[in-house]
């Protein structure tokens, strides 16, 4: 399942591309833009005096398998992730760890002293009757 949609990732890649470059090459309205700078004159020539007849059905078209191909992408990664996670039998590993610690040859900490210091002790504040 990976492989195809790993495929079906690079179909989609190269449709796009392919729209991006169609939409470039379309004359716009005003008869300038980008169309004209990017091949709109090279698609006229290419395609005849019905180029955006041509370039529209090639960009509809295009654009109906980008949608398609994105659709089915979607699908096949929430299939593979549900799969994955079916199989695998939970998000998280389960990991088994004795009760108590394991006996160790090692000696208890020496314990610590600290001398006491010269501090008073705090005073209590007088308590009041409201």
Known sequence: MSILLSIF???????????IFLVLMQKAK???????ALGGGMAEATFGADT?????K????CAIVFFVLSFALYLGRIYERKHAAATSGGALPT???PLLPAATNMPAPARV?????????PTPAPATKP
């Open 30 to 36: 005003s008869d300038g833009g980008m169309g004209a």
């Open 58 to 61: 090639l960009t509809i078209n």
């Open 95 to 97: 990991i088994s760890a």
């Open 52 to 56: 955006g007849n041509v370039l529209t």
């Open 113 to 121: 002293q600290v001398p006491a210091t010269n501090v008073p002790a």
């Open 9 to 19: 990732t690079l179909v989609l890649l190269g449709t796009s591309v392919v729209l």
